[in-house]
């Protein structure tokens, strides 16, 4: 039985029972919320609690204090800044060990709020880091030398956030799992900013990584500047021991490129979204297919078929059309810009909307 079960199960309780006397009718309001106090906390708990007896855990009155005792590299640190609100510190440490000492430290976990926004980081000491997370990343990304996998959830709390995100990644024999509840996956990278260090914009990304893109792993992602403030950018993975290109994006401000699963099929797809130099923006597509890279786009009938947009499809207009790929939503949207009244359409069809030929690297 989880925490939700047993509020729902107390929730249940039989009124005529409780009407049995005068003092039972006073309790029951009290009793019920009680029991949904308890719950959190068994939420909030059960990290520790599945330990068992093996450990001891102690609240900590400030995070500082855990911070000095460390006396190492640990990431909390960075919560220590004005803006980060601390509402709760709890240490486990072994039992019958000493709280002040880090070797006997098994976990550190610290709830708080960040620009009005709820968090709750874990930090694992105790050997755990060579356990991995059998869940299927929700996405994935480089700070560094640091990878990040992000787990997305439905939300049973809170009518208000449909999703609990949760950040997880190593850094020194450290395990670190920053969890939040947000309808808006761009959320958690505020926290990872403020934790890992806000990812460098504006300057050449030259030599930034991507990891397990179109399934061959780590890609590396060079820059070439094709015109005044217009920029290339050139992904390119190792196969077979070479270096090899298998997406190319364009655009001004970037690379903005997305690897994602479309297709369900473990193998995840590589996103682009181009803007070239008469402003015109699509979205490129690039998959594996059976080693063969190929690149894909929307086919035009395929907006005429679903949305009833032909507008595009009249001769010399094509341009007229914004494409684009919503990494916040998770979906593409287009925009049919011919006339004064635009038309945004959204779709999430997996791979069925675009067509797909072999991808031909132009040096």
């Known amino acids: 039985m ?49 330990r068992g007896n093996q450990v001891e855990v102690k609240e900590i009155e400030s995070l500082e204090e855990v911070v000095t005792s460390y006396g190492g590299d640990l990431l909390a640190e960075r919560l220590t800044s004005s803006d980060v609100r601390t509402t709760s510190v709890h240490l486990s440490y072994t039992k019958g060990g000493n709280a002040s000492d880090p070797a006997d430290w098994n976990a550190l976990t610290i709830a708080g709020d960040y620009n009005g ?12 880091t060579d356990k991995k997370d059998t869940t299927k990343a929700y996405a994935t990304t480089q700070y560094g030398d640091v990878e990040v996998n992000i ?34 996956m761009e959320d958690i990278y505020d926290y990872l900013d403020l934790v890992l260090g806000e990812q460098e914009s504006g300057v050449d990304p030259s030599g930034a990584t991507l990891t397990n893109v179109l ?9 070439e500047e094709i015109s005044p403030h ?45 803007t070239y130099g008469d402003g015109v923006e699509n979205v490129f597509v690039y998959r594996n297919n059976n080693g063969i890279i190929e690149e894909g786009s929307v086919r035009a009938s395929y907006y005429k078929e679903k949305f009833g947009l032909p507008r595009h ?42 067509e797909f030929f072999p991808f031909t690297h132009l040096p």
């Open 313 to 354: 499809l009249e001769g010399g207009i094509s341009g007229a059309l914004i494409e684009r790929y919503d990494a916040k939503q998770g979906v593409f949207t287009a925009t049919d810009c011919y006339d004064d009244d635009p038309i945004t359409v959204e779709f999430d069809d997996g791979l069925e909307p675009f």
């Open 2 to 50: 989880n925490s939700k079960d047993l509020y729902d199960a107390i929730g249940a309780l039989d009124d005529d029972i409780l009407e049995q006397s005068e003092f039972s009718k006073r309790k029951t309001g009290w009793l019920k919320w009680g029991a949904m106090a308890a719950c959190l906390c068994l939420a909030a708990g059960a990290f520790f609690w599945a």
């Open 117 to 128: 926004q709820d968090f709750t980081m874990d930090c694992i000491f105790d050997g755990q």
């Open 151 to 184: 787990y997305r959830e439905k939300s049973d709390w809170g009518k208000h956030k449909s999703f609990s995100y949760r950040a997880q990644f190593t850094l020194n024999g450290i395990t670190y799992n920053l969890s939040i509840y947000s309808d808006d």
């Open 230 to 274: 217009q920029y290339e950018w050139h992904y390119y993975v190792n196969m077979d021991g070479e270096d090899v290109c298998v997406a190319e994006q364009f655009g001004y401000d970037g690379p903005k490129a997305w690897s994602r699963d479309l297709d369900g099929d473990g193998v995840p797809e590589l996103i682009c979204n181009n």
């Open 215 to 223: 399934g061959l792993g780590v890609c590396r992602i060079e820059m």
